[in-house]
């Protein structure tokens, strides 16, 4: 006992002091560092909509780059006057049109409250398409470059990879059931192009994204829309002629890049990175939490696939929370930010249930992010609002299940044979390799129909619609968020700012009234591994206190005025 707890208290130990020097070592710890401030971004890859867990950190003052992290740097900022401006180097993009929204927003923001706004390419795009990161970049003050990048403002493509013929080529018949025409996920494997009505969805994705870029662009470069159709037609640039095109403002190496920003703070500034900026907790003001809910959605607990990085979302941790968040009379309204494609149907209308048990203590406000499609449509359904980006992905209100054949493969390629015993005449539904035939294909779509007709009966009840306005926009139909907007199943655009705002106004606190946000869930830290409870690693005293240490709440920030091979997914 006396070693275990000698072994927890240097674990404690080194982790303090890891937190402690990754603070001093990541260009400044957070706010109120006093003297001149400049908030350096730098954008690379994926950004999450919360931090991933991080095993060797004892809290999360370490946190990777995510929007709740991001966000929080980017409130604090634009109240701090010590925050003299914001540094962006943009790298390339790995998220979709609904986040860089959100994040474009806040550098207009800064931009707007009359702090400088400096961006900074290599190359926009080397070998790519560098088309979304001049998007996020577009509001900046001005936009410089490197004297040999180019500047690949593409536009949009959209390339589909079809596997039917190699399935063919293997001797694997795949087999999809839908409800709903739209519901294309499966016709990557049953077919060799795209579908009348798959098409037909994907364009209309495509025209909207397209002019909120020519938008957006047209509006932070100071231009009109045709002229930047025209020099999206005209690309790809080299840097002088983007210089003389006016899409960059100045062509520049990295240390004239960061000596032009020093000039504009001052000169010597603190250089803070936005993403570890503003994490001191508020104390103040009513409490509205935001929960994040991204990944795939599946039944029991979520995690993230060490090896693809793909996120899953458990309906048993996410509905918890929300009980959670019910039974705490202190919180007065919820956000739900929601980044899924959806997922087990079964799982998101458990989600459902305790979405819409919370509504009914307080307001839930839906906040979409670049996917809320299908489930992930599904556990908003209910929300008391729903707020989307111009970009998001959401609708796809129908049902998909799908499975492949694989006797034929097994054996006449692989030499393989079965001799399956069973006891009832529908036993091998799930497990046989031969094709279904028409009685079990039969069988299997009676049990979708009803998750269809359940899913649209939600949609219904939470958007005040009846089920015949519902039904011609389901079917498994993707919308835009500009159009989900359009026609009923999104009620306002905007982001996190404006779901904050609407959850403040049905909650009943005034609009110049702080408000202190809470992040959930907290990501998991390597303290959390001694406190669980199923696969204990100390005595039940030592999984206490780390019980508490690891259970603190999320900081908070102060505001001023896979295809699942069932018949229930979705």
């Known amino acids: 006992m006396k070693r275990l707890l000698i072994i927890f208290l240097v674990l404690i130990l080194l982790a303090l002091a890891a937190t402690v020097a990754g603070i001093l070592l990541s260009d400044g710890g957070g706010g109120g560092l006093g003297g001149a401030t400049v908030l ?37 900022g634009l109240d701090d006057p010590n925050v003299r401006g914001l540094a962006v180097y943009i790298r390339d993009t790995g998220f979709g049109f609904a986040k860089a929204e959100e994040l474009r927003r806040q550098l207009q923001a800064f931009s707007d409250a009359g702090k400088f706004v400096e961006c900074y390419f290599e190359s926009v795009g080397e070998g790519t398409n560098g088309t979304l990161a001049y998007y996020l970049a577009s509001p900046c003050d001005t936009i410089q470059m490197a004297p040999v990048g180019a500047v690949n403002l593409l536009g949009l493509y959209a390339d589909s990879l079809f596997f039917r013929g190699t399935l063919d080529k293997l001797h694997v018949e795949p087999q999809y059931f839908t409800v709903g025409e739209y519901k294309s996920a499966g016709e990557q494997f049953t077919r060799t192009d795209h579908s009348g009505p798959a098409e037909e969805a994907l364009s209309g994705l495509l025209d909207s994204w397209y002019q909120i870029l020519l938008d957006g662009i047209a509006a932070g470069r100071g231009m009109e829309t045709d002229q930047v159709r025209r020099l999206i037609d005209g690309a790809p640039y080299t840097a002088e002629e983007a210089l003389a095109s006016g899409l960059v403002d100045r062509l520049a190496y990295p240390d004239e890049f960061r000596a032009h920003v020093e000039e504009l703070a001052g000169g010597s500034p603190n250089l803070v990175r936005l993403e570890t900026y503003g994490q001191h907790p508020s104390f103040s003001g009513q409490k509205i939490a935001v929960l994040f809910a ?56 458990l989600i459902l249930r305790e979405v819409e048990l919370l509504a009914a203590e307080k307001p839930v406000v839906a906040s979409m992010s670049d996917l809320a499609a299908s489930g992930g449509y599904y556990i908003a359904a209910k929300a008391n609002r729903i707020v989307a980006e111009r970009g998001t992905i959401t609708g796809s209100i129908g049902v998909v299940a799908g499975r492949f054949a694989t006797s034929q493969l097994e054996s006449e390629t692989l030499g393989l044979s079965r001799d399956p015993l069973s006891r009832g005449a529908h ?16 069988r299997v779509q009676k049990l979708m129909d009803p998750i269809y007709a359940a899913f649209v009966g939600h949609v219904a009840e939470g958007r005040g619609m009846s089920v015949e306005e519902v039904e011609p926009i389901a079917r498994g139909r993707v919308w835009s968020g500009d159009a989900a907007a359009a026609i009923g199943l999104v009620d306002e655009l905007g982001g996190i700012d404006r779901a904050v705002e609407i959850a403040k106004e049905l909650a009943g606190v005034a609009p110049e009234e702080d408000v202190r946000l809470l992040f959930f869930p907290e990501p998991r830290s390597w303290l959390a591994l001694f406190a669980d409870t199923d696969q204990p690693l100390l005595p039940a005293s030592l999984r206490a206190l780390a019980k508490r240490l690891a259970a603190r709440p999320s900081g908070a920030l102060e505001l001023s005025p896979r295809l699942a091979d069932l018949p229930s997914s979705l």
């Open 40 to 76: 350096v971004w730098r954008v690379q890859g994926q950004i999450p909509e919360r931090a991933r867990p991080d095993l060797f950190s004892l809290s999360s003052s370490l946190r990777p780059q995510s929007v709740a992290s991001l966000y929080r740097g980017f409130r604090q």
């Open 294 to 349: 991204p990944g795939t959605i599946v039944r029991g607990s979520g995690g993230a696939d060490p090896w693809t990085e793909e996120s899953f979302l458990g309906a048993d941790d996410l509905s918890n929370t929300l009980r959670t968040l019910r039974d705490d009379s202190s919180i007065r309204a919820v956000v739900l930010r929601i980044d899924s494609p959806g997922g087990s149907a079964i799982a998101s209308d």
């Open 427 to 442: 036993a091998g539904l799930w497990r046989d390799p031969r094709p279904m035939d028409a009685d079990r294909a039969a």
